[in-house]
């Protein structure tokens, strides 16, 4: 019998990380009543775009910085704000005493679900977007899989130490997908990534699944830059997801 879970839900390990410095260059819009960080590549192509669908702390520097690296190598990048304001503070990075199961009950599928479709209609609508990729980072990673099934919304997909999926909404899949795994992760663990290869092979889509070694969940959102094997990790995924896009969108 299949597991019921390619990854366990949000938990302590999704708390941890680092503030990243730099300078953000991108806007924060309106998207209907949904508010939007925006980066645009220098040419302003509407080609292809990557909706970014972050971890529990929403938009906040890390993920804008992700998304202006992002539109620097061509895409035009959008953060939304898939939980509607009640993003954790990353003053909490560390903390112990957070609720995240309280929290993650707050933001179902019934409730996350509207916000990503009215975004990607925007996209496809208003924008004009050709196609469209989704980049998941922890609990967003599921809103990718979510939509990359058969009559889903997304072209192609990129998943980060993902968390909370099914194994329902993981055999659902049918456009191309990327994954790019911490070798240390108590919610996507070995025996998630072998369910979650097997899955892919029997599906018979194109896909990958990329483990980096030594490296804790969150490596590619939130990892310490000043610590070698971290900031390998980091670089070599958003590489990862580069290359993903420049063939599989």
């Not at 941890?16 to 260059?25: F, Y």
């Not at 208003?126 to 609990?139: D, L, N, Q, R, S």
């Not at 191309?176 to 029997?202: C, G, M, N, W």
Request: proline share 5%; glycine share 8%; aromatic share 10%.
């Amino acid at each position: 019998m299949a597991p019921s879970m390619i990854s366990l839900p949000p938990a302590d390990c999704c708390a941890k990380g680092t503030i990243h410095e730099g300078t953000t260059t991108g806007t924060m819009e309106k998207i209907g009543d949904i508010d939007a960080y925006f980066a645009r590549p220098a040419n302003n192509s509407t080609e292809k775009a990557l909706i970014i669908f972050g971890d529990i702390f929403g938009i906040y520097q890390n993920i804008k910085l992700v998304a202006d690296n992002f539109a620097a190598r061509g895409f035009l990048a959008i953060v939304p704000d898939m939980l509607d304001g009640d993003s954790l503070s990353t003053e909490d990075f560390d903390n112990k005493k957070l609720d995240i199961p309280a929290w993650v009950q707050r933001h179902p599928p019934h409730a996350v679900d509207p916000i990503v479709a009215k975004v990607i209609a925007h996209l496809r609508e208003t924008v004009k977007v050709e196609k469209i990729a989704g980049v998941g980072y922890c609990f967003g990673a599921k809103y990718v899989v979510r939509n990359l099934k058969g009559e889903g919304l997304l072209d192609s997909g990129y998943l980060a130490h993902p968390s909370f999926i099914t194994t329902d909404e993981f055999l659902a899949i049918t456009k191309p997908v990327s994954i790019a795994a911490s070798e240390i992760d108590s919610i996507f663990t070995q025996q998630h990534r072998y369910d979650a290869e097997k899955v892919l092979i029997d599906l018979k889509i194109p896909f990958q699944i990329n483990v980096y070694g030594g490296v804790d969940h969150g490596f590619a959102l939130r990892a310490d830059m000043g610590v070698k094997k971290n900031l390998y990790a980091m670089e070599d995924a958003f590489k990862q997801a580069v290359a993903w896009f420049e063939n599989w969108l």
